[in-house]
């Protein structure tokens, strides 16, 4: 069975600190999308990372994809009250066209 | 117009009633989707409908009925519920059904079946 594993499951740090959430598996992936999930709100893309270990930046936001594949980690420099919200990650299985997803990590910037 | 839209927002319903979702799509995609979404849990696909033909179906129980009368609009028909259907109901959109392709989502329908 493929899993997605994030961790931690809840962080609340202070604004300007900087964070690392993380997304492992015991599979590999072709690839690997990370969403973000504001409260009220669907989950909506903020990227996709395909060759392992790639590297992303989405301005103080860090996305890197392991090298054999089987895990991602999510870095924010300087963290935000923008940045509250749910962190979730989401891979293709191998057997059909479906995504599978993470539990998420809930991240709270307190002013 | 939003890029996928989703109604009501907010859902209570009694486990005798009947109650539908709708879900429409302003994008031009062929493949929409349901998800459950519960807390601390991943999101649970439901169904995929792509060029308006259900292609997949999670063995979801029959108390849940999609209904895609065309690419731009999904429904979800809820009847006779049970108190742990409560959740936020998503629908995406995309712009096919093969994985790795980004996925727009409304906002959810948030269900409280008392």
């Known amino acids: 069975t493929q899993l997605l594993e994030q961790s931690p499951q809840f962080l609340s740090i202070q604004e300007g600190e900087n964070l690392t959430v993380y997304c492992n598996s015991s599979s590999v992936f072709s690839s690997l999308q990370w969403y973000r999930q504001e409260p009220g709100e669907g989950p909506v893309l903020l990227v996709t990372?395909?060759?392992g270990g790639e590297v992303k930046k989405l301005k103080r936001l860090t996305f890197q994809f392991g090298d054999a594949r089987k895990d991602s980690s999510l870095h924010i420099t300087a963290a935000q009250p923008g940045d509250t919200g749910l962190y979730l990650c989401?891979?293709?299985?191998?057997?059909?066209?479906?995504?599978?997803w993470g539990a998420g990590t809930k991240l709270i910037i307190k002013p | 117009e939003t890029g996928v839209t989703q109604t009501p927002r907010h859902l209570v319903m009694g486990m005798t009633n009947k109650k539908s979702l709708k879900c429409e799509q302003h994008l031009g995609h062929n493949a929409m989707y349901w998800y459950k979404q519960s807390a601390k849990k991943p999101l649970e696909l439901m169904f995929v409908y792509s060029l308006e033909e259900r292609v997949e179906n999670n063995s979801v129980p029959s108390r849940f009925s999609p209904e895609c009368p065309n690419s731009s609009h999904l429904f979800l028909h809820l009847h006779t519920l049970q108190p742990e259907d409560s959740a936020l109901y998503l629908c995406?959109?995309?712009?096919?059904?093969?994985?790795?392709?980004?996925?727009?989502f409304g906002q959810g329908t948030r269900l409280t079946v008392v």
């Open positions: 989401a891979a293709p299985m191998d057997s059909n066209y479906q995504l599978i």
């Open positions: 990372v395909v060759t």
């Open positions: 995406a959109s995309s712009q096919d059904e093969t994985w790795a392709i980004e996925a727009f």
